[in-house]
Structure formats: C-alpha cells, structure tokens
C-alpha cells in the first residue's frame, strides 16, 4: 500500500559539473538508505537534498514524506504530503494524496481514508495503487457495516462461545485488517478455524475477507 520511492538524478551540465556530479551522490545515498531500511538516515539525507542542497523538486519531497512516515514521524510526514497535495504534476499529488489515505486508514479513520482515495484517483486515474485501495477500503466499508447489523439481528444461539484462542485470533486478523493485510488475516483465521470449531463463531467475518481477497485475482 505504501508508493513507491521516485528516482530523481539531475541533468549533468558541463558549467558546473562538480556541483552537478556532488548532489547527485547525495541523491543516490538518500536513495541508497531509504531501499537499505535506514529511514532515520534517509530523513536526515534527504532533509540535507532540500536545506542544503537546495533541491525543491516534488519528487524530492515526496520521497522526503515516504522517509518520514516510514521512520514513524507522522505528523511529519503528513505535513510534507499536504504540501504536495496542490502541486501541478497530477501524479505526485496523486501519490502524495494516497499516502495521506494510508495513514488515516492506519488510524481507522476509514471514511476520511476512503475520501484521499477517491481524490488520489480523480487527480491521476492511472494510480492503480490509489485503485486498489479505494476498492479494497470500499469493499470492506460496506461489507462491515452489513454484517454489524447482520450480527445485531441474528440469535446468539446459533453461534458457538468463541474461545480466547478463538478471540485472540480475531484480534490479530482485526490487527491485520487495520494496516490493510486482509490476505494475512484470512489466513490466520482460517488456520485457527482448522485446529478451533468456536472460531466459526465469527464466520461472517472470514466470509467478508474472503470477498475482500477476490479484488486480488
């Protein structure tokens, strides 16, 4: 769910070709650190590119945004992302608008997240992670306010007490559903079905997940 970093190297003009050739280098270690996993020193690298190096490109900030939220800095990132929501390159603020969709979705805060979306694809109709998200996020909107109701109506009697091995399961396939893993969650709680007959207790919900997984066929 998360974009994907954007390559960024600078024209090499033979005036100043030292210059030129000396943030390039930075570039390609910014880059470097944020595909090692080395967020915290991606951030500082790539806040180097914008203060230092001058660099105000979106798609500098963009990877300096993606650098901030993949070290845990939200707000942070959240801010960078804002900045680039109005920028004149359709697909940045596409990016940029379906990052801020991820994050609120990782609050579950699903309406607003849903709603960045929906923008990410009217700003570039050919994000197709924007697409996925939108339809997965939809999909599970609509098919969990059906079956909270549809669990509100039925008779208790008919569901098996679901045991805490039973319970502990739903609670990580929620876990998985809220950073957007419904896969992982299907399977985790498809293999506790296998070894626990109460877990069939929440079969609307493993039915929902399986809806939510044919998107990815």
Known sequence: MVSRYLLWILLLLPSDWKNIAITNEAIATAERSFKEADYENSVRQHL???DEHGLTQPEIKFNLALSYQSNGQEEDAKKTYESLL?????QISSYASNQQGVMLGNEKKYKEALAFFKTSLLKDPTNEK???NYELLS???DGNEENQENEENQDQEDKPEPSNYAKRMKA????LVDRFQFDEALNTMNRALEIDETVASYQQFIDH???INEINK
Do not use: F, I, P
């Open 48 to 50: 180097a590119l914008v």
């Open 86 to 90: 109005s920028s004149e390159k359709a």
């Open 130 to 132: 924007a697409r996925y």
């Open 139 to 141: 999909r599970w909107l």
């Open 172 to 175: 990580q396939a929620d876990d």
């Open 209 to 211: 997940l399986k809806d």
